[in-house]
């Protein structure tokens, strides 16, 4: 794709364009939560139905020439139920906070309740963090992973749904590496009759690959982000059984969102298909492959993972008990520097702030994307490791650039 037409209308729009596909072509994407789309989902995302409204869904809008916004909203639909054999999907939520809210609208009332992991443990915002509408319309309460383990205190949970009497119990992750026992926390939602939310969002491709054991017809509501670890292109998805069908359909639209982003759903649409081939599966293999064999890595250098390891597509490094004046501020800012973007994250009984905090979260999906194998990404643990070692030290970064340098141009990304 070309941004001829686009420096012609707004050059310096064109230069920011461009500049940002040099920085991913350039550099080691390994925030958790990103991943790099294929050109024919980004050519299905910048296509005229921008231009589109179509409130409604297939067959029942609420505007006129829709017959192509159909098409491609069905097309997204059928293949999200075969990716992830739900029985009924909408695919219009704009994002996986988004989802989320749909379901919340769906079927709960202001007021009730809301039991879901705490944000520092691994959760996330969306799911009652007082800054977000979830802990404002709702009254909330959190577990938390043990922080012994890290595994998530699956009896702490039952006990804490029995006090609490949740009207929903959320489950599903920002920043957990383990793989999560859903038929557990259902039968602690099963025993105070509670819903069950399973937001999948980082996961999403893991499922749908069969990498990751699946919460579809588990729990009663599962959400997740089309653009993380499976290649979709941003945005959200809501999977449920028939009978909340209507009540998420309408809590979607009209009660939250108004014309779907068809652009988006076209991304979707294409994105799913691709995940339907045979080398999508090998694809999320890979990518769980390459955290371990990172995650391993940066054990052999003495690093501490919480959990001591991982079972998805991300890895935790807790900071301080090896390196305990260094923060994961200082980690994040200094290996930007050196060209592989992660992010500083807080780690359970955090002890610093959410936003100077004592971890860094490390993901795995974009570089898979690129062609990474498990020895490349024991090379990338060796020059985290370095940068680790001497955050504040020039020559150690300008190193480690080179050498990711070589990595990007071995694997390049978009022409
Ligand atoms: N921002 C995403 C993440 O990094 O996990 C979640 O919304």
Known sequence: MSYDTVREADPAVADALEGERARQNDTLAMIASENHVSEAVMEAQSSELTNKYAEGYPGERYYGGCEF????????????????????????????????????????????????????????????????????????????????????????????????????????????????????????????????????????????????????????????STHKTIRAGRGGIIMCDEEYADDIDAAVFPGSQGGPLMHNVAGK???????????????????????????????????????????????????????????????????????IVLNANTVPGETRSAFNPSGIRAGTPGLTTRGFDEDDCREVADLIYEVVEAPHDESVVAEVGERVDELTDEYPLYE
Do not use: C
């Open 269 to 339: 649409a294409v994105g799913f298909k691709e995940a339907l081939e045979p080398a999508f599966e090998e694809y999320a293999q890979q990518t769980v492959d390459n955290a371990v064999a990172l995650g391993d890595r940066l054990k052999e250098h003495g690093l501490d993972l919480v959990s001591d390891g991982t079972d998805n597509h991300l890895v935790l490094i807790d900071l301080r008990p090896s390196h305990p004046d260094t923060t994961g501020k200082d980690v994040e800012a200094a290996l930007e520097e050196a060209g």
């Open 69 to 224: 916004a159909d098409d491609v909203e069905q097309l997204a639909i059928d293949r999200a139920k075969e990716l992830w054999g739900a029985d009924h999907v909408n695919v219009q939520p704009h994002s996986g906070s988004q989802a989320n809210m749909g379901v919340y609208l769906g079927v709960l009332e202001p007021g009730d309740k809301i039991l879901s992991l705490d944000l520092t443990h691994g959760g996330h915002l969306s799911h009652g963090h007082p800054a977000n509408f979830a802990g404002q319309v709702y009254e909330v309460e959190q577990y938390e992973v043990d922080e012994e383990s890290g595994y998530i205190d699956y009896e702490g949970l039952h006990e804490h749904a029995e006090e609490f009497e949740p009207d929903i119990i959320v489950s599903g992750y920002s920043a957990y590496p383990r793989e999560v026992d859903f038929g557990r926390i259902q039968e602690a939602a099963d025993a105070v009759g509670a819903y069950h939310l399973a937001d999948i969002a980082h996961i999403t491709g893991l499922v749908a690959a069969g990498v990751h054991e699946s919460p579809v017809g588990v729990a009663d509501f599962v959400t997740g």
